[in-house]
């Protein structure tokens, strides 16, 4: 039964970022790159875009943050700042129990997304880390013109071939991973009887590529056993589903952006938290 539904769960996971993927390669073969422009205007667009994308409910503003991101269209800064907007799945949830904080809630993290994106921006530079360069990105051919190109070199050589099986591997074996450890480690009853270490708990747990492990945090915020500030750092800290996808691109990102976010969760989060928010 539970091979069964991660199964279920990395098929939908797949299939979203492979129609992402057609969609965003599809646009820039038929504007010739004008879309990488249009988004690519400055870097406080790209902030304020990855961003707005970022706070939508669910995973697909993070799906296409991703996929903008592999295609070069995106700062690394950019793709920090959308990964922290996001809630994942659990922005539904919070919208069904306590709606106006759900909404302050995503307001916040939209705000505190573009500033922390530029910042990330600059230590990347400092750091000397490039974006993506471990990435294989999408080129616009001589020949699109041609009849069944775009099938047979974009569809089916590029986004098939090279790129989805890997999504679909790396998703299932992180949904599989998270799914035991949360059925054997009993995590839910360790954060309870750990109150005091809540905040840290809630960031750590945010690094987890999975939506379910963040909904204990909400549920305990819907009850009133922590506070805004804890929700907030789980919330900085987590992204869902939305990093699974660039697993199959280059690991080394995906460590580098939730360092970023984890790092932001804290400083912001603990913050909050000496506030008394």
């Known amino acids: 039964m539970l091979l069964l539904e991660v199964l279920q769960h990395t098929v939908r996971i ?8 057609v ?16 988004v690519k205007g400055g870097n406080w667009r790209q902030y304020t875009t990855a961003s707005l994308l970022g706070a939508t409910p ?9 996929t903008l991101y592999i295609h070069g269209f995106l700062t690394f800064g950019a793709i ?14 919070m919208l069904a129990q306590f709606p106006k904080q759900a909404l302050l809630l995503f307001g916040i993290l ?11 921006d600059l230590v990347a530079r400092a750091l000397h ?37 890997r999504v679909f591997l790396w998703t299932f074996l992180a949904l ?26 809630s960031v750590l747990v945010g690094i987890i590529p999975e939506s379910g492990p963040h909904l204990v945090f ?15 750092a789980s919330s900085i800290a987590q992204d869902g589903h939305g990093l699974l996808p660039l697993l199959s691109y280059t690991v080394r990102d995906t460590f580098l952006i939730k360092s970023f976010n984890v790092g932001a969760a804290l400083l912001v989060g603990g913050i909050a938290y000496a506030l008394g928010w």
């Open 80 to 93: 920090v700042a959308g990964m922290i907007a996001t809630s994942g799945d659990e922005a539904f949830v």
């Open 176 to 201: 599989l991973f998270v799914n035991l450890g949360l059925q054997y480690w009993q995590l839910e009853g360790f954060i309870r009887e750990h109150l005091g270490l809540v905040l840290i708990l």
């Open 218 to 232: 909400v549920m305990m915020f819907a009850n009133g056993l922590i506070p805004f500030s804890v929700l907030l």
């Open 14 to 21: 797949t299939v979203l970022v492979f129609l992402m993927m």
């Open 110 to 120: 939209f705000v505190l997304a573009i500033p922390l994106g530029w910042l990330s």
């Open 129 to 165: 880390i490039r974006p993506c360069e471990d990435c294989e990105l999408h080129e616009i051919h001589a020949d699109e013109s041609v009849r069944g190109h775009y099938l047979k070199e974009h569809v089916w050589n590029h986004i098939l071939r090279r790129h989805i099986w």
């Open 58 to 66: 669910g995973c697909l503003g993070a799906f296409m943050n991703v």
């Open 23 to 38: 969609v965003i390669d599809f646009i820039d073969v038929k504007t010739r790159g004008r879309l990488r422009q249009l």
